[in-house]
C-alpha cells in the first residue's frame, strides 16, 4: 500500500521526552494504573484520544487574532453557523462547548421517562445522557460490529430487521429517536453506508421516529463511502458529507474531532420548536445560543477547521495514517479489530491477554503495561467504559474488549507510529506477564475517567 507524505508542513513544534522504565513504573503506579489520570508530561507518545487533540492550521491560529468575544451577538457564531448551515444542511446550529454538551441538550428536549433510544452501539457520554433523562439504550448494530475478526465493509451499519422488531415490541411512539453514530467508535471506527443512511431514515419517516446523528467523525465516514461504496467514487468529500445528513433530523457534533479545533461542538436541527427548547436549556446549561460555552476566536476555528477536513488529501492522510499503523501490528499478528476503522487501532484486548477474563479487566491492565513498556498513552474501551447496569449494578461484559491506539490529527508522524508499533510488537512476546487488575476507587458515573486500580 503507498502512504501519502503529509499534506502540511510543520511550523511549529513541541517538546517530548521518554521516562526511564522505573519512572514509568512509578508513575502508572501514581495514576492507579488509569491512563486517564497520567500527566501529560509524563507521556511519550500522546495515544489516548482524538478528541481536541489536533494541530491547528496556520489560517486557524490566524483567526484566533479576530475572535469577537461579545457576550451576545458574535460575529464568529455567524461565520459557525452559515459553515455548518452550508456544509450539513440544516436550519438550526446551537454552539456548545464540546460534543457531550449538545447529547443532553439532545436528550432533554426529546426524551420521555420510560422511552427507548436505539442505536449502532453506545458510546459511553451518550448512553449516560440518554439514561440520565429517563430513557433505555439498545442496541441495533449489525452482530458483525461485535466480532472483532469479522472483515467486512460497514460494520457500522443498523441492522434494520432488529430495528423493526423493536418499533413493533416497545412501539413507535415509545422510542424517543435513533441514534446513528458516524462512525462507531467504540466498534473500532466502522463506518455506515450511505444506503444503510437511507433505509433507517425511510424505515423512521414511516413510523414518525426522528433520526439524529452523532456526527463526531462524520468526514471519515464520507471518506469510507468514496473509498468503498459503489457510485460515490467520483463524488467529492463534501458532497457527500451534505447527502449524509440528508438523511437526518438533525446532529449532535464534538467539533474536537472532524472539526479539526480542541474545544467546542453543537447541535443541529431542523425543526424549529424543538430548536427553541434547546436555546431555553443551552443559555441554563452552557452560555447564550450565540456562543454556548465557546470563546469567539474557538467558534472561528472550528468554522474553518470544518472547511478544512472537506479537502480530499486531508483526509486520504488521516485514514491512511491510521492504517499504518494497523497493517504494521497485523503483519506481526497482533490481534486488531477489523477493518482498520477512521480514528484509531484497536487492539484486542480478549486474545492479546487469553490468559485474563473479563473481571480481570484485560483491556485496562493492557493500556497501563502499554505505558509502562513504552511510555506510550492508550485507553481501555471494555469493561470499565462500559460501566454497570444502572438497576442491577452488575458489571456489563461487552463482547468487544479493547484498547484504543488513537491518532490525533496532524500531530505524529509515520516514524512515532513506528515507535508505537515495535513497542507494542515486543510486549506480545511476553503477554503472559500481564497482570489483571481490580477496583480500588470506583466512581458511580463513567467510572473510566477518574477510576483507580491495583493489581489482583
Same mark, same amino acid.
Given at each position: ?22 519512572? +514509568? ?8 494504573? #488509569? ?18 487533540? %489536533? ?8 483567526? $484566533? ?12 457564531? =455567524? ?20 460534543? +457531550?454538551?449538545? =447529547? #443532553? ?45 469479522? %472483515? ?20 413507535? =411512539? %415509545?422510542? @424517543? ?7 462507531? %467508535? ?7 453506508? $450511505?444506503?444503510? $443512511? ?23 465516514? @464520507? ?10 467514487? *467520483? ?7 451534505? =447527502?449524509?445528513?440528508?438523511?437526518? *433530523? ?6 474536537? !474531532? *472532524? ?11 431542523? #425543526? ?55 497493517? !504494521? ?9 477489523? /477493518? ?7 487492539? *484486542? ?12 479487566? /484485560?483491556?485496562?491492565?493492557?493500556? @497501563? ?73 470506583? /466512581? ?7 477510576? +483507580?486500580?491495583?493489581?489482583?
Amino acid at each position: 500500500m503507498n502512504y501519502p507524505a503529509e499534506p502540511y508542513r510543520i511550523k511549529s513544534i513541541e517538546s517530548i521526552s521518554l521516562l526511564s522504565r522505573e519512572e +514509568r513504573i512509578k508513575k502508572i503506579h501514581q495514576a492507579g494504573y #488509569n491512563t486517564f489520570l497520567l500527566s501529560s508530561k509524563d507521556i511519550y507518545i500522546d495515544l489516548l484520544t482524538d478528541s481536541g487533540t %489536533n494541530a491547528m492550521s496556520d489560517k486557524q491560529w490566524a483567526s $484566533m487574532m479576530t475572535g469577537d468575544e461579545a457576550y451576545s451577538g458574535s460575529q464568529n457564531f =455567524e461565520l459557525l453557523k452559515k459553515t455548518a448551515q452550508h456544509l450539513f444542511g440544516f436550519k438550526y446550529i446551537v454552539p456548545t462547548h464540546q460534543g +457531550r454538551a449538545a =447529547e #443532553n441538550l439532545l436528550s432533554l428536549i426529546t426524551i420521555k421517562p420510560e422511552q427507548y433510544v436505539a442505536g449502532n452501539m453506545y458510546f459511553t457520554t451518550t448512553r449516560f445522557h440518554i439514561e440520565k433523562n429517563g430513557a433505555t439504550f439498545i442496541d441495533v448494530i449489525n452482530d458483525d460490529a461485535h466480532d472483532a475478526m469479522s %472483515n467486512v465493509p460497514f460494520k457500522g451499519n443498523i441492522d434494520l430487521d432488529k430495528l423493526k422488531q423493536l418499533i413493533e415490541e416497545k412501539g413507535a =411512539e %415509545n422510542i @424517543a429517536y435513533i441514534c446513528l453514530a458516524i462512525t462507531v %467508535n467504540l466498534a473500532g471506527g466502522q463506518p455506515v453506508s $450511505m444506503q444503510n $443512511m437511507r433505509d433507517v431514515k425511510a424505515l423512521c419517516e414511516k413510523h414518525h421516529i426522528r433520526v439524529f446523528y452523532d456526527a463526531t467523525r462524520c468526514v471519515e465516514n @464520507a471518506y469510507f463511502i468514496k473509498e468503498q461504496e459503489a457510485g460515490y467514487q *467520483d463524488v467529492s468529500i463534501k458532497e457527500i458529507v451534505h =447527502e449524509m445528513f440528508s438523511y437526518a *433530523d438533525g446532529c449532535t457534533m464534538s467539533g474536537k !474531532k *472532524d472539526c479539526l479545533v480542541n474545544i467546542g461542538g453543537f447541535l443541529a436541527l431542523n #425543526n424549529q420548536q424543538l430548536f427553541e427548547q434547546a436555546c431555553e436549556w443551552v443559555v441554563a446549561y452552557e452560555g447564550m445560543p450565540s456562543y454556548g460555552g465557546m470563546t469567539g476566536r474557538d467558534m472561528s476555528a472550528m468554522a474553518i477547521g470544518m472547511q478544512e477536513a472537506m479537502q480530499f488529501e486531508y483526509i486520504q492522510h488521516r485514514i491512511l495514517q491510521v492504517r499504518y499503523l494497523g497493517n !504494521k501490528l497485523k503483519a506481526a499478528n497482533i490481534p486488531i479489530i477489523e /477493518p482498520i476503522g477512521g480514528h484509531a487501532v484497536f487492539l *484486542d484486548a480478549k486474545h492479546f491477554c487469553p490468559h485474563l477474563t473479563q473481571e480481570q479487566l /484485560p483491556a485496562q491492565s493492557l493500556a @497501563a503495561r502499554i505505558y509502562l513498556e513504552t511510555g506510550v498513552r492508550t485507553t481501555e474501551r471494555g469493561t470499565v467504559s462500559a460501566g454497570r447496569d444502572k438497576i442491577t449494578r452488575k458489571n456489563y461484559f461487552p463482547k468487544l474488549e479493547t484498547v484504543r491506539l488513537t491518532i490525533p490529527r496532524r500531530v505524529y508522524t509515520y516514524a512515532h507510529l513506528d515507535f508505537v508499533a515495535d513497542g507494542i510488537i515486543a510486549l506480545y512476546q511476553q503477554k503472559e506477564t500481564i497482570q489483571g487488575l481490580k477496583f480500588t476507587y470506583e /466512581p458511580k458515573q463513567l467510572r473510566f475517567f477518574t477510576a +483507580r486500580f491495583a493489581y489482583i
